[in-house]
C-alpha cells in the first residue's frame, strides 16, 4: 500500500478518494453492455444509494469541472420529494457527499433541481405524482426504492415515456426487491441487467453492532431472505401460503412436544440431476381434542442430488438430532424399496409408508388450513422450504422443479395432525 501511495502525483493523490472504480464494490459497478435499465438489487445497507449516486456523476460529469458528460438531463425519482431530497441528494451515500469540490452540483430548492457546473440537470419527482413525468425529457433516470412505490407501474410508465433523449438512455434502479409486479416486469426484459449483494457485503461501513443485531433478529427468516440477502422472494397468484402468513407462524421458542415425525418425499432417480429429496421435521403439541392440537415445524433437512443411501442417511440423521418417533415416507415412486433402503441404514427404525391417492394440491390444501387456523409454527431456517409454498396455488406449483420440501412437509402435518393414528392415544412428551 505504502509503495503504491508513494508512486502517485500530488494530483493523483487529491483524485483517488473521489474515483470510486477505485473503491467499489463490484455490485456498485456498471455491467458492461447495451442495456436500457441497471437494477441494482441488495439488502438494506448493501451501497445501494452510493452506486446510484456515482452512476449519476459518471453520467454527467465530462473529463474536466466543465466539460459536457454523456447525459445532461437527469430525472431522480425518490418516493417523495422529501426522501429524494435527504437520501438521493444530501444523503451520507448521496450526490452531494460523492461529488468532488470542483464538480460539485448546486442544490436549487425553489426548482427542486441540481445543476452541475458543465450546466448539466438533474431533476426531482416524487412516485406520489406519476403525473408529473408528463411532459419533461430526460437522457438518463435514477430510481430509488421502486419496489416500495404505491404508484410504481403508473410513475414507471411515465418514465419510460420521457427517457428520450440521446443516442441511448439509460436508467439505474436501486431498490431492496419486494414482491411487486413492477419490479417483477423490469427483471423480464431483455434489456435489463441485474446486480445484486446482500447486506453483509458492505460490512467494512456499517456498524459491527447492527450487523449483529439485525442477523440476530432476523437471519433465517423470510423477510431477513428479502432485507438482509436482497433477495426477490415471490407469492404465486392464489398461493396456498404467503410470506405475510408465514412470517405471522414464526416463533423462537418451542414448547415440548408430544411427538416428533421426519417425514420424506424420495426422489424419483438417485443422481446429480434428479429431484431434491424433501426431507422435514415437525412435532405436535397434543393436548386436548384434536381440532386445539398445534404443530411445529423443526426443520428442512432436504438434500439435492442424493443417492438412496445418502438421503435415507440424511433422513435418519434428522431423526436422532431431534429424537422423532417415526419416519414417514411417500412411496408412491419406490414402494417397498423405499423401506428396505431406510432399513439398510438404520433396521430398528420406526416407520410408516404414506401413498398419495390424490394430487398434491389436493393433499396442501388441508394442511394449509391448519396455518390459516394459526395451529402451524415455523422456526427460524426454513427459508427454502417457505418459497416453495409460497409457489404452491390451487392450480399447482409455480416455481421450477417439482415441489419435494412442501411435499414432505404435508406428509409430516398429515401425519402429526390430520391423519394422526396412535398419537391421540399415547402421548410421549418430549423436549427438544
Not at 460539485?104 to 445543476?115: F, M, S
Request: hydrophobic share 45%.
Amino acid at each position: 500500500m505504502d509503495e503504491f501511495l508513494g508512486g502517485l502525483s500530488e494530483g493523483a493523490l487529491l483524485a483517488l478518494p473521489w474515483l470510486f472504480e477505485f473503491w467499489a464494490l463490484p455490485h456498485q459497478l456498471p455491467p458492461e453492455g447495451a442495456w436500457k435499465t441497471w437494477v441494482i438489487m441488495g439488502g438494506r445497507g448493501a451501497g445501494k444509494t452510493r452506486a446510484g449516486a456515482e452512476w449519476v456523476r459518471a453520467e454527467v460529469e465530462g473529463a474536466g469541472p466543465l466539460d459536457a458528460g454523456r447525459s445532461r438531463r437527469v430525472a431522480l425519482v425518490g418516493e417523495t420529494v422529501d426522501q429524494a431530497r435527504e437520501v438521493m441528494i444530501f444523503g451520507e451515500s448521496g450526490i452531494l457527499a460523492c461529488s468532488p469540490p470542483d464538480r460539485r452540483p448546486e442544490w436549487q430548492a425553489g426548482r427542486k433541481q441540481l445543476v452541475w457546473p458543465n450546466g448539466a440537470v438533474g431533476q426531482v419527482f416524487s412516485a406520489h405524482e406519476p403525473e408529473s413525468l408528463r411532459g419533461p425529457q430526460f437522457d438518463a433516470a435514477w430510481v430509488d426504492e421502486l419496489a416500495k412505490w404505491k404508484k410504481g407501474a403508473e410513475v414507471w410508465d411515465m418514465l419510460q415515456f420521457a427517457l428520450r433523449l440521446g443516442d441511448h438512455p439509460r436508467q439505474v434502479v436501486t431498490t431492496t426487491p419486494q414482491n411487486v409486479a413492477v419490479l417483477k416486469g423490469i427483471l423480464r426484459n431483455p434489456s435489463t441487467v441485474v446486480t445484486h449483494a446482500p447486506t453483509e457485503a458492505n460490512r467494512a461501513y456499517l456498524a459491527a453492532s447492527f450487523l449483529e443485531e439485525v442477523k440476530g433478529r432476523y437471519g433465517g427468516t423470510r423477510l431477513g431472505r428479502q432485507e438482509l440477502e436482497g433477495l426477490l422472494l415471490e407469492d404465486a397468484e392464489g398461493a396456498l401460503w404467503t410470506a405475510r402468513g408465514l412470517e405471522a407462524a414464526r416463533v423462537e421458542d418451542v414448547p415440548a412436544l408430544t411427538r416428533i415425525v421426519v417425514a420424506v418425499d424420495p426422489p424419483v432417480t438417485g443422481h446429480g440431476a434428479s429431484d431434491e429429496c424433501g426431507i422435514v421435521v415437525a412435532g405436535v403439541v397434543a393436548e386436548g381434542p384434536v381440532q386445539g392440537w398445534k404443530a411445529y415445524v423443526l426443520e428442512d433437512a432436504s438434500v439435492q442430488g442424493a443417492t438412496p443411501d445418502g438421503w435415507a442417511r440424511a433422513a435418519v440423521s434428522a431423526m436422532e438430532r431431534h429424537g422423532a418417533d417415526r419416519l414417514v415416507a411417500e412411496v408412491n415412486q419406490g414402494g417397498d424399496l423405499v423401506e428396505a433402503v431406510v432399513r439398510q441404514v438404520r433396521g430398528n427404525v420406526a416407520y410408516r409408508g404414506v401413498r398419495a391417492s390424490r394430487g398434491k394440491v389436493a393433499r396442501a390444501e388441508p394442511v394449509a388450513a391448519l396455518y390459516e387456523q394459526g395451529r402451524v409454527h415455523h422456526v427460524r431456517g426454513l427459508g427454502r422450504l417457505e418459497d416453495q409454498m409460497c409457489q404452491m396455488t390451487a392450480t399447482g406449483f409455480e416455481g421450477k422443479g417439482s415441489p419435494d420440501r412442501v411435499d414432505a412437509l404435508v406428509w409430516a402435518l398429515t401425519a402429526l395432525i390430520i391423519e394422526p393414528g396412535d398419537a391421540a392415544r399415547k402421548p410421549q412428551v418430549r423436549s427438544l
